[in-house]
């Protein structure tokens, strides 16, 4: 949400509300990082190694089978203090993660980067984890960077984003398009960053103590917003290529879930919009799924599909895109960048296509269960889970 056109929903995306804008032209380059989900989860399903309970006698064995679990409603949740009470009024009030009684250390930032982009490249097979934890690393301590993020912490939220869709965001820092980066208030206290109109990103402050994983996808967001025109159609685009970078972070460790702090559920909410938010066939949308059913289940939010908030306030005009947006459209169809992309309905109907291919069958109902989401059938759960 940019600082000067601040749309208030009606539903619980006023809540969650976000981002800022402002832009000039950065020069990423280099060829994006592929998503090989596909890849790694088909070679888990063909394991001889496969594990299948004793008590499990109905399993599905393969994609079909999960996408028949997917084409069921949308799940509701088991446990609603995972989520915005904005949502589920019922829920246990938020807070966000509290001190610690040590500041975190550059030393143990520097492990999480290292252990995070080693597990990531470990499974992607898209370069040498070890080289490409160092690249994370070396971003970390660039000068340059750290000179415009002094804070260690945002600095390791953008290291992480190596190897995801918003992976783009780093050339926008090193190419000095952010004079600052900073943990402070933003205009919109509801906002988890904003871009101000001097161009300086603003993370709000009560995030500072939150693990950097899950408030990394947000500050690749902002990176998004590179000029001062920013309406809810380029909010809509960004705020999903978010939510898929959130669940990248979620596929690589489920405890993120459940950590319980503010910005965990916050993300948890975004999450589960997406999920749930399938057609008949089981497929997963940013736009109307045409299937009218409520995607928080049993909650007092109304919503549909997962952008009904934005499209509901109307989107507004297109904006000039950037190399992150072109860049992390690249990564989702594991294709060369291409001519420059705007925030336009073109764009938007494109992430609309792609968003079901980020990941299979199978992590999409991982997901459900990392959420704590009721499936329909009480061994969906252990099918799911286990382990190859
Ligand atoms: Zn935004």
Redesign the pocket.
């Known amino acids: 949400?940019?600082l000067y056109i601040v749309k208030f929903f009606t539903t619980f995306w006023l809540v969650l509300g976000?981002?800022?804008?402002a832009g000039l032209a950065s020069a990423a380059t280099g060829n994006p990082a592929l998503n090989t989900d596909v890849i790694f989860d088909t070679a888990t399903l063909s394991s001889k190694n496969y594990f299948i309970p004793q008590d499990v006698r109905v399993c599905p064995d393969r994609d079909d089978g999960y996408l028949a679990i997917l084409k069921g409603p949308p799940f509701a949740p088991n446990n609603i203090d995972l989520f915005n009470p904005s949502v589920y009024p019922n829920g246990t009030p938020m807070q966000p993660a509290a001190a610690p009684p040590k500041p975190v250390t550059d030393q143990e930032l520097q492990r999480q980067i290292a252990k995070t982009l080693l597990n990531r490249f470990s499974i992607m097979y898209n370069g040498n984890p070890t080289d490409k934890a160092k690249e994370g690393l070396a971003f970390f301590n660039d000068p340059i960077v750290k000179s415009i993020i002094p804070d260690s912490r945002l600095r390791a939220g953008y290291a992480m984003l190596l190897g995801t869709p918003l992976e783009g965001s780093w050339d926008a820092i090193r190419n000095g398009i952010y004079p600052s980066v900073y943990f402070g208030t933003p205009p919109n206290p509801r906002a988890i960053?904003?871009?101000l109109s001097t161009l300086e990103i603003v993370v709000n402050e009560k995030y500072q103590y939150e693990d950097p994983r899950l408030l990394s996808p947000w500050l690749g967001?902002?990176t998004?917003?590179q000029d001062i025109a920013?309406y809810l159609k380029?909010?809509l685009v960004?705020?999903g290529l978010?939510t898929l970078t959130q669940l990248q972070f979620l596929k690589e460790d489920p405890k993120l879930a459940t950590q319980g702090t503010e910005l965990a559920r916050r993300n948890n909410t975004y999450d589960m919009a997406l999920l749930n938010s399938r057609d008949a066939n089981g497929n997963i949308h940013i736009l109307d799924n045409q299937r009218g059913l409520p995607i928080f289940p049993n909650s007092i939010d109304p919503s549909t599909y997962y952008g009904q908030g934005w499209v509901d306030e109307g989107l507004g005009p297109d904006t000039p895109g950037n190399n992150v947006l072109d860049h992390a459209i690249a990564v989702l169809e594991h294709s060369q960048m291409e001519p420059p992309l705007n925030f336009d309905d073109s764009t938007l109907q494109r992430l609309d296509a792609d968003t079901n291919q980020v990941f299979i069958a199978r992590s999409w109902l991982r997901f459900a269960t990392d959420l704590q989401l009721i499936l329909q059938k009480p061994w969906d759960h252990q099918c799911i889970r286990r382990n190859p």
């Open positions: 949400m940019k976000l981002c800022g804008s960053a904003m871009v967001h902002e998004l917003h920013d380029e909010e960004a705020t978010t």
